[in-house]
T-cell receptor
């Protein structure tokens, strides 16, 4: 297991298009998180899963955003009808239940909406 | 509402010039304060977890300390490879709340 994997690393899309990102967490981690980070800011929480259950969604996550984690394994984050304000780094992280070692983050997907 | 504030926003150090980064926080009940390092274009990398006032953790040239209102990340005799953005985060009921980070540049 080489850590948390995110694909694609970069995505350029036209405004109004839909995009989907994938995250493969560390296999023994049952918690999975999505964060968004813009330049000069810390990561902002979007949503998290415990196994396949989505336990919390941020107010930042508008109706255009949806996340899934089928069978408690990989996760996808879809953004519909993208807007320029969606341009950011989308980070996925995973952790064990105890979380004493914090999250393990992936390298992120850089989204640019033109 | 839990809050995290980091200072300074940016720090430029000469190699060997020790310094400290500050993370001030307000929280209803501390469940953990975390320090991360982030290199450009990469995800944050875990450094330390602190749980109670008075606790200290060390790793190479980095030392993290915790009081009831603040955490400090001390960088002793930094090297250019310590250049990065350092983030602190609170465990806020199952999710992390991050500060904006301190960008550290260490010049030879």
């Amino acid at each position: 297991d080489t850590g948390v994997s995110q694909n694609p690393r970069h995505k350029i899309t036209k405004r109004g298009q839909n995009v989907t990102f994938r995250c493969d967490p560390i296999s023994e981690h049952n918690r999975l998180y999505w964060y968004r980070q813009t330049l000069g800011q810390g990561p902002e929480f979007l949503t998290y899963f415990q196994n396949e259950a989505q336990l919390e969604k941020s107010r930042l996550l508008s109706d255009r955003f949806s996340a899934e984690r089928p069978k408690g394994s990989f996760s996808t984050l879809e953004i519909q009808r993208t807007e320029q304000g969606d341009s950011a780094m989308y980070l996925c992280a995973s952790s064990s239940d105890r979380g004493e070692y914090g999250y393990t983050f992936g390298s992120g997907t850089r989204l640019t909406v033109v | 509402e839990d809050q995290v504030t980091q200072s300074p926003e940016a720090l430029r150090l000469q190699e060997g010039e020790s310094s400290s980064l500050n993370c001030s926080y307000t929280v209803s009940g501390l469940r953990g304060l975390f320090w991360y390092r982030q290199d450009p274009g990469k995800g944050p990398e875990f450094l330390f977890t602190l749980y109670s006032a008075g606790e200290e953790k060390e790793k190479e040239r980095l030392k993290a300390t915790l009081t009831k209102k603040e955490s400090f990340l001390h960088i002793t005799a930094p090297k250019p490879e310590d250049s990065a953005t350092y983030l602190c985060a609170l465990d806020s009921w199952g999710k992390f709340q991050f500060g904006a980070g301190t960008q550290v540049v260490v010049t030879p």
